[in-house]
T-cell receptor
Framework: DTGVSQNPRHKITKRGQNVTFRCDPISEHNRLYWYRQTLGQGPEFLTYFQNEAQLEKSRLLSDRFSAERPKGSFSTLEIQRTEQGDSAMYLC???????????FGPGTRLTVT | AQRVTQPEKLLSVFKGAPVELKCNYSYSGSPELFWYVQYSRQRLQLLLRHISRESIKGFTADLNKGETSFHLKKPFAQEEDSAMYYCALRPGTYKYIFGTGTRLKVLA
């Protein structure tokens, strides 16, 4: 297991298009987080899964954003009708039940033109 | 409002000098606080958490509830400490709130 993986690493899309990102957590981790990070800012919490249940979602997340974690394994984050303001690094992190250290993936950099 | 403030965007120190990265938080309950670090071209990773009261790579951080601070300190900076440092607050069960980060540059 090489850690949390995210695909794609980079995505360039035109405004109005839909995009989907994938996160594969560390295999025994039941907790999964999505964050967004823009230039000069820290990671901003988007949503949290415990197994397949989405237990918390940021109020900052508009209806254009949706996340899933079917079967409690990998997760996907979809952004519909992308806007230029969605350009950011999207980070995924996972952790196990006991210690709550989050292990971060490399991120997916989204550029909306 | 729940908030983490890191007042310095950039901190430059000479090798061997003491380092203090400031972090202040706003939260009315009992906080759980963390420091995360991102070295160049690497992933964000946990450096330390206040409940562990541990020293990692020579860094320590003490929670001061009176001043609502969780400053990161190291007595003698090393060049390999150069990185981006983020303070994070976990106000509830799941959500984490990160500060804007401080870039530490250790000069030879």
């Amino acid at each position: 297991d090489t850690g949390v993986s995210q695909n794609p690493r980079h995505k360039i899309t035109k405004r109005g298009q839909n995009v989907t990102f994938r996160c594969d957590p560390i295999s025994e981790h039941n907790r999964l987080y999505w964050y967004r990070q823009t230039l000069g800012q820290g990671p901003e919490f988007l949503t949290y899964f415990q197994n397949e249940a989405q237990l918390e979602k940021s109020r900052l997340l508009s209806d254009r954003f949706s996340a899933e974690r079917p079967k409690g394994s990998f997760s996907t984050l979809e952004i519909q009708r992308t806007e230029q303001g969605d350009s950011a690094m999207y980070l995924c992190a996972s952790s196990s039940r006991g210690p709550d250290e989050q292990y971060f993936g490399p991120g997916t950099r989204l550029t909306v033109t | 409002a729940q908030r983490v403030t890191q007042p310095e965007k950039l901190l430059s120190v000479f090798k061997g000098a003491p380092v203090e990265l400031k972090c202040n938080y706003s939260y009315s309950g009992s906080p759980e606080l963390f420091w995360y670090v991102q070295y160049s071209r690497q992933r964000l990773q946990l450096l330390l958490r206040h409940i562990s009261r541990e020293s990692i790579k020579g860094f320590t951080a003490d929670l001061n509830k009176g001043e609502t601070s969780f400053h990161l300190k190291k007595p003698f900076a090393q060049e390999e400490d150069s990185a981006m440092y983020y303070c994070a607050l976990r106000p509830g069960t799941y959500k984490y709130i990160f500060g804007t980060g401080t870039r530490l540059k250790v000069l030879a």
